[in-house]
């Protein structure tokens, strides 16, 4: 494996192992598993979960929908619908089973217009989270679209859909089970309101962090992680996992040292990385922390390393001086990044542990 | 122009304004002009510059430096050279003129040893930022650096190369000004010092804080800035610019409306924005500001909305409510980005005001 600038290296094994975990979890919870893809964003890694016996998946974009389209023949889009986009819904519809998210009637007006083929549609429901979606109370607005919806041959009506990303604000278990089981029961209400009318009804739920730590899910019928395929700083600093179960490193060659400030420059920075950070222990504000390097892979991180700025091209390294004298100029560093989502989509390739090169999505132009 | 998806718009006459009037700057104070394409990474954008009249360029890498030599004769990667990069190193050095940057004795050794056409060389000083470079009055590890050049054939000293990214985080021109007047009273110092034994050598400088800003340039040879080129909130923010200088907005459709809470949700997210943010007057941190759309273009920023956070795809906008109820699903926002150098690099594409596309150099895999 040749490293001579920034690459994003993926232990397969560990990918692999984590989907496995994580599809054992929803098959022991009785939960249908919609791994999201827009963390790995690669039609290569989505054969591994092929593999696994996953069928059906969730993306962020309709462009990524595409990009999977021949590959997967059950796509959700859980992003509101983009209704700009109306002739790439009616490409998808026509070739896949399309699931589109819906939160306003003026949305289902249009798709009920200029739908040309069967859709399914999710209810996009604001449990908690305030991002996007209609407030899980909010019953005159669901029926409303419910309404329109059913008076249009194209739209089938699927159930509602939460994401609980208020737990990414949550350090440790009990937290992350605490907000869990509030939006979880907000949002199973609609489950016991609807369902006799609606007896298929599916509920839709799932961040990374719910999916890894909590344990009631009753009511819940299926389950989107997205983050869990590869983890990352984040995800340890919440509980999600440990640092054995980050499964990519951003590799970094080494362009300068200063042992009067305790830092190292590495080639790597906000372009490669983003900008996530996230804070850390004692350290305050972080953007990737170090992982020792092995003959196969990586390890622990280096206690007390870590990337304290980052700008366009750069990464500034903070480390302890007994660690520091081990490096020099054109060696290569491992970063735990603090985001996996959006170092994967800035890197847009990775590489495995053999040297060979994995594709993924491109298609922001 | 058809817009569906998340675009960057470039305003060519405005990119065009900003080019001419950095120049006349640079020759109105007798230096000369080296911009830096890190901004734009754009081939075709780097012809506005030939037109202007511009014959040598920075970029933030030897890819990039790739990138543009069948355009450019003269580079300097204004990054400290990456050794493992040496292959490309030679190649880019037997078809240009490649000036690099170092700021350590072991990298001119490994120079020294494997450069096999002549490069120029500059010393990379730290007159204040402390990102990289050696102290401005370490003249031992100069003289150093200095000697190793000296003995070999293909490396040849060009000057001392600073960077006062300090700028960045001053507001208002007083404080532009007293940063820079420090870092560059440090840093000619070393033209004092050095001038004698190399007539020749040049004192490269020039962030676009600083080049915009401050007007005494004395001692200076060369300027860098690079984001100057489409500007941004932040320059804004610091004082270099006017909003009527931005060249760059990201175009997003609504996808959302949640009246309740005043809020716009966009299609327009961190990958396409980054996560760059600035604190705006009263509003805290934001990561983007929205631009009044006008038949031409853009206008004016709307008063008192702002992007108020992001995620991976999602991006949302806090806005008045006599202001929102313009607003509908469908429609398509334009945002003024916080950083446009980063926004750039994820977007890797522009759109023309008249639809055309602009590629950008895509070349991190």
């Known amino acids: 494996m040749k490293i001579t600038k920034p690459e994003l290296l993926i232990d397969e094994a560990l990918c692999k192992a984590n989907i496995r975990a994580m599809y054992a979890r929803c098959i022991e919870k009785k939960i249908s598993f919609r791994p999201h893809f827009k963390t790995h964003q690669s039609i290569e890694i989505g054969q591994w979960f092929k593999e696994a016996g996953v069928s059906k998946i969730a993306v962020s974009s309709l462009s990524m929908a595409e990009y ?11 992003f509101p619908a983009n209704i700009l986009e109306i002739d790439l819904i009616n490409d998808l519809a026509e070739r896949i089973e399309l699931s589109l998210l819906v939160e306003s009637v003026e949305t289902v007006e249009f798709l009920s217009d200029k739908v040309l083929f069967p859709i399914n549609m999710y209810l996009k429901i604001d449990a908690g989270y305030h991002r996007t979606g209609i407030n899980y109370e909010n019953y005159e607005l669901i029926d409303t679209i419910l309404d329109r919806i059913n008076q249009t041959k194209n739209l089938n009506f699927n159930g509602f859909l939460t994401h609980s990303g208020n737990t990414y604000g949550c350090k440790g278990k009990e937290e992350v089970n605490r907000i869990h089981l509030i939006n979880k029961n907000r949002f199973i209400q609609l489950k016991k309101r609807y369902i006799t009318a609606y007896p298929n009804l599916i509920l839709s ?21 997205g983050n869990f395929v590869c983890f990352d700083v984040t995800q340890v600093h919440i509980g999600s996992c440990d640092f054995n179960q980050i499964a990519v490193v ?83 560093i491992y970063i735990y990044p603090v985001h996996s989502c959006l170092t994967i989509s800035s890197m847009r390739g990775f590489m495995d542990l053999k040297g060979k090169k994995i594709a993924v999505y491109r298609g922001l132009q």
Chains 1, 2 share one sequence.
């Open 68 to 78: 999977f389209s021949n590959n997967w023949m059950d796509i959700l889009v859980a």
């Open 205 to 225: 739920y799932g961040d990374t962090p719910s999916a890894s730590i909590a344990d009631d899910f009753d009511g819940i019928d299926e389950m989107r992680p």
């Open 250 to 332: 951003l590799a970094c060659p080494v362009v300068a040292i200063h042992k009067e400030r305790s830092e190292l420059i590495i080639y790597g920075g906000a372009i490669h990385l983003s900008r996530d950070e996230v804070k850390w222990e004692d350290k305050g504000v972080i953007y990737g922390l170090i992982a020792e390097k092995l003959s196969s892979g990586w390890g622990a991180p280096i206690k007390n390393a870590y990337l304290s700025s980052l700008s366009q091209e750069h990464g500034k390294i903070k480390m302890p001086e007994d660690e520091l004298w081990k490096y020099k100029v054109g060696d290569v």
